[in-house]
C-alpha cells in the first residue's frame, strides 16, 4: 500500500478515535443527566461552568466530525465507485443534519442534557457509519493503492 492510502486510513483511525473520545468527554462532563431531563432544573452550583464546558466540547464535537466528513469525502475522490461514494456521502449529510439539531437545541433553549442525548445517538449513528461506510472505504483505498503498486 503507498504512503498515501496508508496515511489516509491512519488519518480515519485518529480521527475516528478522537470523535469517541470527545463523545465520552461531552458524556462524563454532566453527573446530573439520570437526574433530569433539563439543565433548568439542575441545582448545582457550578451549573453556568458545567454548562460552557459541554457547549465548548459540542461545539469541537461539531467541528471536529464535520471536517472530518470533509476529509473522508476527498479521500474518496475517484477512489471507489460512485453507488458507495453517494450513500457514504448521504450518510456524511444525515450525520451533519443531527450535529445541527443538536446546535438548534442549545440555541433554542440551552438544554445540555438534551443536547447530550442527541451526541449519545450520534454515537450510535457514528459507530454504524464506521462499520458500513468507513471500512468499505479503507478496504477501497487499499485495493486502489495495490493496483497503482502494480501497474
Do not use: W
Not at 439539531?101 to 454504524?128: F, M, P, T
Amino acid at each position: 500500500m503507498s504512503p498515501d492510502g496508508e496515511n489516509a486510513i491512519e488519518r480515519m483511525h485518529r480521527d475516528h478515535g478522537r470523535m469517541l473520545e470527545m463523545i465520552e468527554r461531552i458524556r462524563s462532563e454532566c453527573g446530573q443527566r439520570n437526574k433530569m431531563d433539563s439543565c433548568g432544573n439542575c441545582q448545582a452550583p457550578n451549573r453556568p461552568v458545567c454548562q460552557g464546558n459541554i457547549d465548548q466540547l459540542i461545539r469541537g464535537f461539531v467541528e471536529a466530525t464535520l471536517k472530518h466528513c470533509l476529509i473522508e469525502s476527498m479521500f474518496m475522490d475517484d477512489r471507489v465507485p460512485a453507488a458507495h461514494r453517494i450513500a457514504h456521502n448521504q450518510s456524511h449529510m444525515d450525520i451533519a443534519h443531527q450535529l445541527k439539531s443538536i446546535r438548534v437545541v442549545l440555541s433554542a433553549c440551552g438544554n445540555y442534557v438534551q443536547a447530550i442525548e442527541g451526541v449519545e445517538r450520534i454515537h450510535e449513528n457514528l459507530l454504524a457509519h464506521f462499520r458500513d461506510f468507513d471500512e468499505p472505504l479503507e478496504s477501497y483505498l487499499a485495493e486502489n493503492t495495490l493496483a497503482h503498486q502494480g501497474a
